[in-house]
């Protein structure tokens, strides 16, 4: 329903002194290719929250998310090409220049109420506030089971069996339950949170592994936020520079940038057995870089 090109799915292999030196093969998988819009994990994440919400007979979608939100805009368009409406519930007050992903979400048709960060927090009620028998809700971040479901489809999309380690950026840990719960007992799943001090993390994880054999499959690294969710000092900018410019590979500043950075340096303090197989999924979020302006990034 959601048009995934999967000849576009490609993976790139990462050549670099600082692998060979420690005898570690890395590729990654570009799911930032396979949509120019509702790029990377959300594709996989939204599919059977779409599916449901057509099945239950409702109109329109209903979910949570910031300014850059890569979530919003990804429902919007979603949801459009579903053909049902959507609605943007914004965190903060609304500004008189709406950013970059809010004007293509409203482009998508989604209509977007803004409400204050307390009235944020208290999903439920603002839930109760705005709710409609028509809307179906979608959690912050596609948090949840169906979006699990959805996730857990991506690494079928290639043959991953040759891999030891899968990593991938962690927001609200529904992508790396999908991952989790679709490896073999041979592998394992390595996320980096995005968020500083997010205790709760490992078991919202693990409340969405189906698959109870698979629930301690995963790690959750917390040492690679560079200061908190969303925050991208210097040293994350030139890294991602340095990144696109040996590698070709541009990155995003929330989840992957920080990912491809811990990668490097978890394999420096060899963190990852000699020959390793590692596989970094590049869960997309390009569009969330325009809010740094120009004059930051080089791509
Ligand atoms: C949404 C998003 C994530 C986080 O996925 P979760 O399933 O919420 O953990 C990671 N990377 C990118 C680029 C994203 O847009």
Redesign the pocket.
């Known amino acids: 329903m959601i048009p995934i090109n999967f000849q576009k799915i490609d993976i790139q292999k990462i050549k670099a002194e600082w692998l060979d030196n420690k005898e570690i093969a890395l590729d990654v998988l570009r799911l930032?290719k396979i949509h120019p819009i509702i790029?990377?994990?959300?594709s996989f994440?939204l599919a059977h929250y779409i599916g449901d919400c057509i099945e239950k007979h409702k109109t329109t979608i209903a979910t949570f998310g910031g300014t850059w939100?890569?979530?919003i805009v990804?429902t919007a368009y979603a949801s459009k090409i579903a053909g049902l409406q959507s609605i943007g519930i914004i965190r903060g007050d609304r500004t008189t220049a709406l950013s970059s992903t809010l004007i293509a979400a409203k482009t998508y048709g989604m209509k977007l109420f803004f409400v204050s960060r307390n009235e944020y927090r208290n999903k439920e009620l603002t839930k109760e506030k705005y709710a409609n028998d028509d809307w179906y809700w979608i959690n912050e971040?596609?948090?949840g089971s169906l979006?699990?479901k959805g996730?857990s489809e991506i690494l079928a999309t290639i043959s991953s069996e040759k891999y030891s380690h899968i990593i991938?950026?962690?927001?609200?840990?529904?992508?790396?339950?999908?991952l989790t719960q679709s490896i073999t007992n041979a592998q394992r799943v390595i996320?980096i949170s995005?968020m500083k001090g997010n205790t709760n993390l490992h078991e919202e994880v693990k409340r969405l592994i189906v698959n109870i054999e698979k629930r301690e499959s995963f790690d959750i690294i917390d040492d690679y936020h560079f200061g908190g969710f969303g925050k991208h000092p210097k040293l994350l900018i030139d890294f991602m520079n340095e990144t696109y410019l040996e590698h070709g590979l541009p990155l995003?500043i929330?989840?992957?940038g920080k990912?491809f950075f811990a990668v490097k340096n978890l394999i420096e303090k060899d963190f990852f057995p000699k020959g390793s197989q590692l596989l970094i999924?590049?869960?997309?979020?390009?569009q969330?870089n325009m809010s740094l302006g120009d004059n930051f990034l080089t791509f």
């Open positions: 930032d790029s990377g994990n959300k994440k939100s890569n979530h990804a971040g596609g948090y979006g699990a996730a991938a950026a962690v927001g609200s840990g529904t992508m790396l339950a999908g996320g995005s995003d929330v989840y992957t990912t999924i590049h869960s997309g979020g390009l969330g």
